[in-house]
């Protein structure tokens, strides 16, 4: 069974500290997809990361970076000097094997609320 | 085409009625996914097309659910005899044909159930 586990329900952290989400999954898969999503207010996921399970370099982005520890099942997301903007839910995501050969079905976490205070 | 769009935004329905969600995907996307979302919790899968075709679909899609891609473009989802339980967000999501690039969702349809 696939499951993708955000332990942090609610973050809160005052603006231009960095914060850290945490996310663990659970396969059986040899070959697999994380992914980060966020989720801002208005409702619709946005995209933020794909990272596949042969690929273990933490990458950053901006104020973004990711750091995957396959030893651990772990794909860790972190916002440097974070801002306001930065305000929304954060889901991590595993990608399923579906009946066709690279179907993207996501099992989600719960994901983490995350609110930077100015 | 800026994106996923879904109609409606919000839907407010009488239990036992009723509900029909349509999404348009990204025009160049053969694939098309429809997730629930309840509150507090992630996005949960329901079924996903290839083009027109209905590959997979979750034990959550009850037989009072269906979702029809026809000619492969927009999708619909209906919801017979709704019950307070399938109030959520509904999101859909479509993404290329190649393996595992990543999916683009829409805003979703609220459905509250009274």
């Known amino acids: 069974a696939q499951k993708v586990t955000q332990a942090q329900t609610e973050i809160s952290v005052v603006e231009k500290e960095d914060v850290t989400l945490d996310c663990v999954y659970e396969t059986r898969d040899t070959t697999y997809y994380l992914f980060w999503y966020k989720q801002p207010p208005s409702g619709e996921l946005v995209f933020l990361i794909r990272?596949?399970?042969?690929?273990?370099q933490n990458e950053i982005s901006g104020r973004y970076s990711w750091n995957f520890q396959k030893s651990t099942s772990s794909f860790n997301f972190t916002i440097t000097a974070s801002q306001v903007v930065d305000s929304a839910v954060y889901f991590c995501a595993l990608s399923s094997r579906g009946v066709i050969q690279g179907a993207q079905k996501l099992v989600f976490g719960q994901g983490t609320r995350l609110t930077i205070n100015p | 085409d800026t994106g996923v769009s879904q109609d409606p935004r919000h839907k407010i329905t009488k239990r036992g009625q009723n509900v029909t969600f349509r999404c348009d995907p990204i025009s160049e996307h053969n694939r098309l996914y429809w997730y629930r979302q309840t509150l507090g919790q992630g996005p949960e899968f329901l079924t996903y097309?290839?083009?027109?075709?209905?590959?997979?679909k979750s034990r959550l899609l009850s037989d009072r659910f269906s979702a029809e891609r026809p000619k492969g473009s927009f999708s619909t989802l209906e919801i017979q005899r709704t019950e307070q339980g399938d109030s959520a967000m509904y999101l859909c999501?479509?993404?290329?044909?190649?393996?595992?690039?990543?999916?683009?969702f829409g805003q979703g349809t609220r459905l509250t159930v009274v």
């Open positions: 097309f290839q083009n027109e075709a209905q590959l997979e």
């Open positions: 990272r596949n399970s042969f690929d273990e």
């Open positions: 999501a479509s993404s290329l044909g190649t393996a595992n690039t990543e999916a683009f």
